[in-house]
C-alpha cells in the first residue's frame, strides 16, 4: 500500500515541464562555463606565479608592498567617489526638471541627455584634451593646473556616467502620487518641506542606486584614465599595464581580483537599497501632472539649457577635432583623418569588426536572454537550477569588463579546455559582449515577463497547445518591443565598449574602440576622435532605426493595450 500511495503522490513531469527545465539548465550551463569558470580561473590564478606554481597569498602580499599598486586602489576609489558625488546632485535636479516640472522641450532635453550612452567613454576624454590640454584652446583657465590626471578623469566621468544616473533617478521620480502633493498644499506646507517630506523620500532608494552605478561605472572603466589620466594610476590601467606592459599575468589577475571587490560591495549594497524599497504608488493613485510656475520651471529650464549647453559642446569639440587637419598646428577642416588606413593597419575594417560583433550580440544574445528569462520565469519545476540561473544571471552586473577580460585569457587559453578554440576569433568577442552586458536584457525580459498573466500558458496546456507554440503565436509577438529593446541596448553597449574587449582581440578583429586606444597611444588624437565620431554616428544611426521600427512593431502588434 505504501508504494502504491507513492506513486500517486509522484509529480508527473509533462512534454512542457521537461521542456522548460532543460532551457533552464541550458541557460545555467551557459553561464556557469562562461562566467562562473572563468572568474574562478581568474581567482586560482591569482595564487599561482608565471610558472603555475601554487605560491599562496605571495601575490597579493607583493601587490600591498608595492605602493604604485596599493595607490592605484586609493586613486578609483576616490576619484570614484568624487564623481558620485557631483553627477546625482546634478542628475537629480534634471530628471526632477523632465518629471516634476513644466519645463519645455522636455523631450529634446532628454535626447541630448542620452548622447554619451551611444558614444565610448574615450570621447569626452579627447574632446577635453582638445580643450584644456597642453596645446588646448583653453588651457589658460585652469590657472597652471593640468587637465591630465584626477581633474580630466573626474570631469569626463561626469559626462560619461551622467545618463546612467539620470535615467534610474527619472524613473524614480517618474512614479508619483498627486494626492500627496494635494494634501501638503491644503496643509499648506512650504515648497522645501515637500521636498524634504514627500519628493525625495519617494526617490531616496532611487538615488542610491544611481549612485552604487555611478561608482562602479567610474570606478571600472578604463576608456578615460588610459586616455587622459597621463601618471594618475588607477585600477583599470593599472591592470592593463601589468597585463599588456609587462605581461605579468599573474599579477593582472590579483589587480583584477582587488578591482572586483569595491565593485562587489557597491553591487550588494544596491541590491539591499532595492530590496528595501516598497511601492510608492498605490492601485487608487492619481498620476501626478505638474503645473506652470515660473518660479520653479525658469531656474530648472536655465539648468537644462547649461547641461544639454556642456553636453553637446563636448560632443562637437570631439567632431571638430576629428576634421582637424593636423591639431594643433593646421586647424584646417578636411576628412583625412577619417583614412583610418593611413594611422593604422586594420584601418576601417576595425568598424566594420565593430558593427559585426555588436550585430552578432544583438541578433544572438537578445533572443537567447529572453528564452532563457522565460524558462526561468515560467517553469514549475527544477526549483534548485531555477535559483541558480537568477544568481547567475544577477552576477554579471557587477564584474567588471576588465575582469571578464583577463578571466577569458586564462579559461580559454588553458590546456585542458575543449573550447580553446574560440580564443582569438570573433566570437570569443560576441560570447563576452553577451555574457557582460546579460543582467540588463536579462532583467529587462522579466519585466515584461511578469506583466503577462500566466493564465495564457495555464489555457493552452488545458487546451493541449504545446508551450513552444504558445510562446511563439502569444508571448513572443506581445514582447517584441522589449526584445527589439534588449537587441539595440546590447548592440550599443558591444559598439561602444573598451575594457569588455581590450584584452581579448586579435589581428584581423581589433573592434572600433581599441582602435581608438592605439590611435590616441600613437600619438593621433585626431584620427582617434574621428574613429569615437564614428562610433557615436553608428549607435544613433541604429537607435534611430530602432525607433521607427519600435513604433511600427508597436502599432501592429501592442493593439490591444489601447482597447
Not at 545555467?28 to 610558472?51: G, I, N, Y
Not at 552604487?212 to 592593463?240: M, W
Not at 498620476?287 to 563636448?314: I, K
Request: proline letters at 6%; hydrophobic letters at 60%; charged letters at 10%.
Amino acid at each position: 500500500m505504501a508504494v502504491v500511495a507513492a506513486a500517486k503522490v509522484r509529480p508527473v513531469w509533462s512534454a512542457d515541464d521537461k521542456l522548460l527545465v532543460a532551457v533552464v539548465a541550458a541557460a545555467t550551463l551557459f553561464l556557469a562555463v562562461f562566467l562562473l569558470f572563468p572568474l574562478a580561473t581568474l581567482f586560482l590564478e591569482s595564487f599561482r606565479d608565471q610558472r603555475g606554481v601554487f605560491v599562496g597569498f605571495a601575490n597579493y602580499l607583493r601587490y600591498f608592498e608595492t605602493p604604485a599598486l596599493v595607490g592605484s586602489l586609493w586613486n578609483s576609489v576616490w576619484t570614484a567617489v568624487v564623481t558620485t558625488l557631483i553627477v546625482i546632485p546634478a542628475a537629480f535636479v534634471f530628471a526632477y526638471a523632465m518629471t516634476r516640472s513644466a519645463v519645455p522641450g522636455k523631450a529634446l532635453f532628454r535626447a541630448i541627455a542620452l548622447i554619451p550612452i551611444l558614444a565610448p567613454s574615450l570621447l569626452p576624454a579627447l574632446a577635453l584634451i582638445y580643450v584644456f590640454g597642453n596645446q588646448g584652446m583653453l588651457r589658460n583657465l585652469l590657472f597652471g593646473h593640468s587637465i591630465y590626471g584626477p581633474l580630466g578623469i573626474v570631469v569626463a566621468q561626469v559626462f560619461y556616467t551622467f545618463p546612467h544616473a539620470f535615467l534610474i533617478l527619472a524613473t524614480a521620480l517618474g512614479g508619483a502620487d498627486a494626492r500627496l502633493y494635494e494634501a501638503a498644499e491644503a496643509l499648506r506646507a512650504s515648497r522645501l518641506r515637500v521636498l524634504r517630506t514627500v519628493t525625495l523620500p519617494t526617490a531616496r532608494y532611487g538615488m542610491v542606486s544611481a549612485s552604487f552605478v555611478v561608482f562602479t561605472l567610474v570606478l571600472t572603466d578604463f576608456g578615460i584614465p588610459k586616455v587622459i589620466g597621463g601618471s594618475f594610476p588607477v585600477l583599470a590601467t593599472e591592470v592593463y599595464k601589468q597585463v599588456v606592459g609587462q605581461q605579468n599575468f599573474q599579477m593582472g589577475a590579483v589587480v583584477g581580483v582587488v578591482l572586483l571587490v569595491p565593485a562587489l560591495f557597491a553591487f550588494a549594497a544596491d541590491q539591499w537599497a532595492q530590496r528595501r524599497q516598497v511601492a510608492v504608488v498605490g492601485a487608487r493613485a492619481v498620476p501626478f501632472a505638474p503645473r506652470r510656475r515660473p518660479l520653479r520651471d525658469g531656474p530648472l529650464f536655465l539648468f537644462c539649457v547649461l547641461v544639454s549647453v556642456l553636453m553637446l559642446g563636448l560632443v562637437g569639440v570631439a567632431v571638430w577635432g576629428s576634421l582637424v587637419t593636423f591639431w594643433p598646428w593646421n586647424l584646417t577642416l578636411s576628412l583625412r583623418n577619417y583614412a583610418f588606413g593611413t594611422f593604422i593597419s586594420e584601418g576601417w575594417g576595425t568598424w566594420w569588426t565593430s558593427v559585426r560583433l555588436s550585430f552578432w550580440t544583438a541578433v544572438i544574445g537578445a533572443p537567447l536572454v529572453f528564452v532563457f528569462a522565460y524558462a526561468m520565469e515560467r517553469t514549475r519545476k527544477g526549483a534548485v537550477v531555477a535559483s541558480l540561473l537568477r544568481l547567475l544571471a544577477i552576477i554579471p552586473l557587477a564584474v567588471p569588463g576588465l575582469v571578464l577580460g583577463i578571466a577569458y585569457i586564462f579559461f580559454f587559453n588553458a590546456p585542458a579546455n575543449p573550447l580553446g578554440f574560440l580564443y582569438g576569433t570573433l566570437a570569443i568577442l560576441v560570447l563576452n559582449s553577451m555574457v557582460h552586458f546579460y543582467t540588463v536584457g536579462h532583467l529587462a525580459s522579466l519585466t515584461q515577463l511578469k506583466s503577462l498573466d500566466p493564465e495564457f500558458e495555464a489555457v493552452s496546456a488545458s487546451l493541449k497547445v504545446p508551450i513552444l507554440h504558445t510562446f511563439l503565436s502569444v508571448i513572443l509577438p506581445m514582447s517584441l518591443p522589449v526584445l527589439l529593446d534588449v537587441a539595440i541596448y546590447l548592440f550599443v553597449n558591444a559598439m561602444t565598449t573598451v575594457s569588455a574587449v581590450v584584452f581579448l582581440y586579435a589581428p584581423g578583429i581589433m573592434p572600433a574602440s581599441v582602435a581608438v586606444v592605439q590611435m590616441d597611444e600613437a600619438g593621433f588624437a585626431s584620427p582617434a576622435a574621428a574613429m569615437a565620431t564614428v562610433i557615436l554616428l553608428t549607435s544613433a544611426a541604429v537607435k534611430g532605426v530602432h525607433v521607427a521600427v519600435d513604433n511600427w512593431l508597436s502599432a501592429r502588434t501592442q493593439a490591444w493595450k489601447r482597447r
